[in-house]
T-cell receptor, first 110, second 115 residues
Framework: GENVEQHPSTLSVQEGDSAVIKCTYS??????FPWYKQELGKGPQLIID?????GEKKDQRIAVTLNKTAKHFSLHITETQPEDSAVYFCAPPCASKIIFGSGTRLSIRP | EAGVTQFPSHSVIEKGQTVTLRCDPI?????LYWYRRVMGKEIKFLLH????????ESGMPNNRFLAERTGGTYSTLKVQPAELEDSGVYFC?????????????FGPGTRLTVL
């Protein structure tokens, strides 16, 4: 089965700076790599995903990069804003179920 | 369009009691999933329904947990009898497709506290 490791567990950045969260996975057959954001009192919500035939995908201030050789993918948030404060999970699927990373609590300092 | 809804939002029960959690998926979604996050741990998969059938229940921790989805619409997850280690947040999700790469939409979760 898929083993997922996510780093760091907590991250505090100054508003306007960038944040990077990394995730490693074990299953070389994985071909879909999503990131979920969980805000207080809500369930996880997909914010960006990438498929294995692409090395990078960007959507406004967020981007995901994939290194299939090294088996890791990263979430990049630029120009961070207070509303970016949340817990972020990498969540590669294994068959139809999601394997969640341990989560990164991102705090944005004013 | 309404999202995935879960009821109750919070439940506090004593050890040995029974609790039933309910999930209403997005209309038209055949696939329904249950996950949970116990204190300090990752969000873990419990089981997956396709319509009313259990597709994968490999994540169910033990036989104190019973999930049903009669009629292929809403689902219930019953814990009987509840133990202290069952405390956590239980999430439900639904999706149209089931293969890897299909977005799952999550409900807000039910926070279960067993005293």
């Amino acid at each position: 089965g898929e083993n997922v490791e996510q780093h760091p567990s907590t991250l505090s950045v100054q508003e306007g700076d960038s944040a990077v969260i990394k995730c490693t996975y074990s299953d070389s057959a994985s071909n879909y790599f999503p990131w979920y954001k969980q805000e207080l009192g809500k369930g996880p919500q997909l914010i960006i995903d990438i498929r294995s035939n692409v090395g990078e995908k960007k959507d406004q201030r967020i981007a995901v990069t994939l290194n299939k050789t090294a088996k890791h993918f990263s979430l990049h948030i630029t120009e961070t804003q207070p509303e970016d404060s949340a817990v972020y999970f990498c969540a590669p699927p294994c068959a139809s179920k999601i394997i969640f990373g341990s989560g990164t609590r991102l705090s944005i300092r004013p | 369009e309404a999202g995935v809804t879960q009821f109750p939002s919070h439940s506090v029960i004593e050890k040995g009691q029974t609790v039933t959690l309910r999930c209403d998926p997005i209309s038209g979604h055949d696939n329904l999933y249950w996950y949970r996050r116990v204190m300090g741990k990752e969000i873990k998969f419990l089981l997956h329904f396709v319509k009313e059938s259990k597709q994968d229940e490999s994540g169910m921790p033990n036989n104190r947990f019973l999930a049903e989805r009669t009629g292929g619409t809403y689902s219930t997850l019953k814990v009987q009898p509840a133990e202290l280690e069952d405390s956590g947040v239980y999430f439900c999700a639904s999706s149209q497709g089931q293969r890897g790469g299909t977005e799952q939409f999550f409900g807000p979760g039910t926070r279960l506290t067993v005293l």
